[in-house]
């Protein structure tokens, strides 16, 4: 990795400066552990963040900063007051003036000295920024989800020829509640699954928005990248609005979607693969440009037999067997059962273990990062989850029950669904997947 200490000139080598330090005391030193233990500049891995927003600066960027073995070098934002806060973060954490604000991402890209770069930026920028930070080189850790099928694929093989760690963003997989569900299905505590239950949020019925003045601390046209070109309006670049506009997000379905159907695909012991047909229905906001589904009915059927159903009005999961069943009713609220001794069930020592790590993705990510491992939710894995959120868009959008080859990753003999912008979508030029 590389990067200096903040306590060493610019230019000095830890062998100098113990060299020098031991020349200048002629009685024994004691060397802080910063320059010798975990956080030693050798062993610190230098960091990039594309995207300060409210996530990308109050989650991503302070869980970093949490991190002794990491350093935040510089802070990417298309919002000039948003770097400038971000930047004030970091500055005031490392008592120094260091971090650098880019307003451009492809600058960060370019530093030979950024080691990693945190991507928290709107969902149609995650697979290309991804795309082009792993062919400059960067270990890569991005929100989710992808937008589209084609692109997960595309960043799926792109980590696997590059070599490079991929980390996608949810903390999912570090709750004891979800990986203790997953393992007692994976177990068979509840004995054969047979069924999943999953309930998201509703979706947001925003109003319609007029044309504005872009703000002069705005790069718009950076903004929207490989989205169409599209008016400014007052909410259209807010977090909680821009999910529910199809050009640059899935809605509800693949916000929320890529947590807790994450869950339910590593208890079925699908991660790497999906299931073989959807059908669903759902409401959208008439005539607004927020025209993301707001309700949502969604039926999976696996190769396995389990069914999974999808709908909205909540944030709970439930796992149906032959002998029981286990859950929680909502987000990160508890672990139920139809009897206790599900709950209290142990794994057997030569049972299913799974992966995960209790410090969280961020931990995850830099653990990874110096063993060259894969992290706990890899780009293939990452891309498999959004996939099934994609194949519920496009059930409903198509209005009929359709099949699904999770091997070829299409639609059997299905022209109409393949063609759906969640297969695959251009890209505004000069914007590409291959190229950019």
Request: aromatic share 8%.
């Amino acid at each position: 990795m590389s990067g200096q200490s903040p306590s060493l000139p610019p230019n000095a080598s830890r062998r100098r400066f113990l060299r020098n330090a031991g020349a200048a005391l002629a009685f024994p030193t004691i060397i802080p552990s910063r320059v010798l233990g975990a956080e030693a500049p050798s062993k610190r891995i230098n960091v990039g963040f594309i995207g300060v927003g409210d996530h990308g600066t109050n989650r991503n960027l302070r869980m970093f900063l949490q991190q002794p073995d990491a350093r935040a070098l510089a802070v990417c934002d298309v919002y000039k007051s948003r770097m400038e806060n971000a930047k004030g973060i970091v500055d005031k954490e490392y008592g120094d003036n260091g971090c650098e604000m880019c307003g451009d991402f492809r600058e960060i890209l370019a530093r030979k000295d950024i080691d990693a770069v945190m991507i928290s930026t709107p969902d149609h920028w995650h697979a290309l920024i991804s795309a082009m930070a792993l062919r400059a080189g960067k270990d890569v850790i991005c929100e989710k989800p992808t937008l589209t099928i084609k692109q997960g694929r595309f960043i799926a093989e792109l980590v696997k020829k590059s070599g490079r760690v991929f980390q996608t963003s949810t903390e999912d997989r570090s709750y004891f509640i979800y990986h203790r569900l997953a393992e007692l299905v994976r177990n068979g505590v509840i004995g054969k699954l047979e069924r999943i239950e999953v309930t998201l949020p509703d979706g947001t019925a925003s109003p319609n928005e007029d044309e504005i003045p872009v703000p002069e601390e705005l790069n718009y046209d950076l903004w929207l990248g490989p989205a169409p070109d599209a008016p400014f309006t007052a909410n259209r670049t807010e977090r909680m609005h821009w999910r529910h506009i199809w050009d640059y997000s899935g809605g509800i379905l693949t916000d929320w979607g890529m947590h807790l159907l994450d869950t339910a695909q590593w208890a079925n012991d699908t991660e790497r693969s999906g299931p073989v047909s959807v059908e669903g229905k759902g409401t959208v906001n008439e005539g607004s440009m927020f025209n993301t589904f707001l309700t949502y009915d969604i039926d999976y059927e696996y190769a396995n037999g389990v069914r999974m159903n999808v709908r909205n009005g909540g944030s709970g999961i439930r796992f149906v067997g032959s002998k029981g069943w286990c859950g929680s009713k909502s987000w990160d609220s508890g672990l139920e059962a139809s009897a206790p001794e599900i709950l209290k069930a142990e794994i057997p020592a030569d049972g299913v273990r799974l992966f995960t790590c209790k410090g969280g993705e961020h931990r995850n990510f830099l653990d990874c990062v110096k063993s060259r491992e894969a992290p706990y939710f890899p780009a293939e894995i990452g891309h498999r989850c959004a996939t099934v959120c994609h194949l519920g868009n496009i059930a409903m959008q198509v209005g009929r029950k359709l099949k699904w080859d999770p091997v070829s990753e299409k639609f059997p003999d299905d022209a109409d669904a393949n063609a759906s912008l969640m297969m695959d979508r251009p890209l505004r030029a000069p914007w590409s997947m291959e190229k950019s």
